[in-house]
């Protein structure tokens, strides 16, 4: 124990560092190749898997800080709003701050802290510690991180993950030394529609596949009035989860597919896949792309001219915040479907807005809006059992039950999921007043789960 109050006297607030970590590459710098690594928001399959961390680079969270330590470093204010009794709870945030996954672990860090600074990094009469690990988005890399963390550190739960097969990774272990799991994004649907594979450990804030896709399919058919669709995905697990979702839930509402085109992930040149998109006879072409083959499908779309003779329709990430200016013009009208827009107007969300852009210069997208869920669940679940988290039985249910307001309206989760329920948002891009463009909200649905698709 006395390494570990060294620790804390010496890691505050502006210094946020893990074991043999250094947060990569600022978020600017990283774009590019974080916009390729966009699509492990979604889980299965990538084009590449890194084994191990890339080497160290710059800093990339304001004022993080490289400390030397013999064990992951605890991140706590650094002026408590009050004098917490008992051992601190400890929180250990698993998420990939090297390679292409940078952003994504990045930016739901960032939503996370936030919330922890608003309540001064205190819960349930008791001090939180944040212990930050790299899992370069590898399985292999992030059991063994998990493992060094419970074991090592003596975490009270984990948080984080964004890649599938991380999640997918932990989850016997989590469930065999009863560790609370909150994933903050990896979206592998069969984790909690799968009751095989559903642990009362686990917990999801952000979706499953098909979660915020499916919706759209009744509301391009109704009210849109679309009534024959192409669907296009890039050739993966996730892809082929995303599309099907929407496919199922059109046809259901009376339309029809005509044609289903899957290009291979990283595509450079869509021109061939255009080309045979151009000789459907169709009302609306819908899409799943992120990160950099978003940028390209979309650009491309446009100039081929595709834009004028069929709407796009798809996927929120196909126009995420964090490439939406790369897009331009050619995104523009686009109509996609999401669990979040900066763009939503509730008091609840312009704070979480303001707030985010005043700390870090820039609107949060999904990730970083998931990791302000993944911090405010735990605080109101630790809230809700005067801080014993030791007490497991107590500490589950407290999960279980938690509900509050926040930026997009109720939260709740499923019960027999253990999935977040949440509202699905139809988005078009347009030029806001300032001349940004933005996702600005057509309509919505709310009580959204994962078992109603």
Not at 193 to 217: C, H, K, M, T
Request: charge should be negative; glycine fraction near 10%; include cysteine.
């Amino acid at each position: 124990m006395s390494e570990k109050r060294e620790l804390l006297s010496s890691t505050v607030l502006g210094a946020r560092c893990s074991r043999r970590l250094l947060l990569r590459g600022a978020f600017a710098a990283a774009l590019a190749p974080s916009l390729g690594a966009l699509l492990a928001a979604c889980g299965g399959e990538t084009a590449s898997t890194p084994t191990a961390p890339a080497p160290a680079t710059s800093p990339t969270l304001p004022a993080a800080t490289p400390t030397p330590a013999a064990a992951a470093s605890p991140t706590v204010a650094a002026t408590p709003t009050g004098q917490a009794g008992g051992e601190p709870v400890r929180i250990g945030l698993l998420l990939p701050y090297s390679g292409v996954y940078t952003a994504l672990g990045e930016n739901i860090t960032r939503g996370l802290e936030l919330y922890l600074e608003e309540i001064g990094y205190q819960a349930g009469g008791r001090t939180i510690e944040v212990y930050k690990e790299d899992d370069a988005a590898n399985p292999e890399v992030g059991l063994t991180k998990a493992r060094q963390l419970v074991e090592r550190d003596g975490v009270h739960l984990l948080a984080g993950i964004v890649h599938s097969g991380v999640a997918t990774a932990l989850r016997d272990f989590v469930d065999s030394q009863q560790i609370p799991l909150i994933i903050a994004n990896a979206g592998a649907a069969a984790l909690t529609r799968d009751p095989a594979q559903r642990s009362p450990y686990i917990f999801r804030v952000s979706f499953a596949n098909g979660q915020y896709e499916w919706p759209l399919g009744p509301y391009a058919h109704d009210s849109l009035g679309y009534a024959r669709v192409a669907v296009t995905a890039p050739d993966y697990s996730a892809g082929h989860e995303k599309a099907n979702a929407f496919k199922a839930a059109f046809q259901k509402a009376g339309g029809q597919i005509v044609d289903e085109v899957y290009p291979p992930l990283d595509t450079a040149d869509f021109g061939p896949f255009l080309q045979r998109l151009q000789q459907a006879q169709v009302d609306a072409v819908w899409a799943f792309f992120a990160g950099a083959d978003a940028v390209r499908f979309v650009q491309q779309y446009n100039d081929f001219g595709l834009k004028d003779q069929f709407p796009l329709i798809g996927a929120g990430d196909l126009v995420d915040e964090a490439y939406l200016e790369q897009q331009g013009e050619a995104a523009l009208d686009a109509v996609t479907s999401l669990h979040y827009t900066p763009q939503y107007d509730s008091p609840e969300n312009q704070a979480f807005v303001e707030a985010f852009r005043g700390k870090h210069g820039q609107v949060p997208n999904q990730f970083a809006y998931q990791g302000y869920l993944c911090a405010r669940v735990i605080a109101e679940a630790l809230d809700a059992v005067e801080g014993q988290v030791e007490e497991r039985e107590a500490f589950l249910s407290a999960l279980k039950q938690v509900q509050f307001t926040g930026p997009t309206g109720q939260f709740r989760f499923h019960p027999e999921t253990q999935n977040v329920v949440f509202t699905v948002f139809f988005r078009r891009v347009e030029r806001l007043d300032d001349g940004s463009l933005g996702n600005v909200v057509l309509d919505k649905v709310e009580g959204i789960d994962d078992l109603s698709f």
